[in-house]
């Protein structure tokens, strides 16, 4: 679910994103944007379980696997020719494997297996973030409740829920 913040300063709720569980450490989520000739990075630490920390930093890892395959396949076929579709093939083929070894490590009650917030972007104080888990999604708005901006129903009424 995105949500939108206006603030310098929002409250980020002390559960793990992903599963809700007790959070043992936080991971950055990003935006960058480019003005001119700079670029422009900001970014907010969201608690993570172990666990969750771990299957994000496996899908991560299957990410990079099949961008670095990629690359290499693209610039292989300029001198093996249709040899570099081996290349490709592999990159996928660990991808899956690795992908899906981050998804075994996901509990019962995760969101994703890669990282359960996104952040958007921001423009001044406008923030955006996308939330995998409607639990934390309902946690991080009722702790930010006088600073939401954009709502539509389904954010009153996961926010009215989460106040019940």
Wanted: hydrophobic residues 45%.
């Amino acid at each position: 679910m995105k949500v939108d913040v206006s603030a310098k300063f929002i409250s980020i709720p002390r559960c793990c994103a992903c599963c809700g569980d007790t959070p043992s450490v936080e991971l950055a989520a990003q935006a960058s944007k480019k003005r001119g000739n700079t670029q422009y990075t900001n970014s907010w630490s969201f608690p993570y379980c172990s666990r969750c920390a771990g299957h994000v930093a496996g899908q991560n890892a299957a990410a990079t696997i099949l961008v670095v395959g990629l690359i290499a396949a693209f610039v292989l076929m300029f001198f093996v020719g249709w040899w570099s579709l081996i290349v490709v093939s592999l990159s996928v083929a660990a991808w899956v494997m690795q992908s899906n070894q981050a998804k075994s490590g996901c509990g019962p009650n995760c969101a994703s297996s890669g990282a359960a917030v996104a952040y958007l972007g921001w423009h001044g104080t406008l923030h955006s973030f996308f939330f995998a888990s409607r639990d934390y999604a309902a946690k991080f708005m009722a702790a930010n409740s006088g600073k939401l901006v954009n709502m539509t129903n389904a954010h009153y009424d996961l926010l009215n829920g989460s106040r019940k």
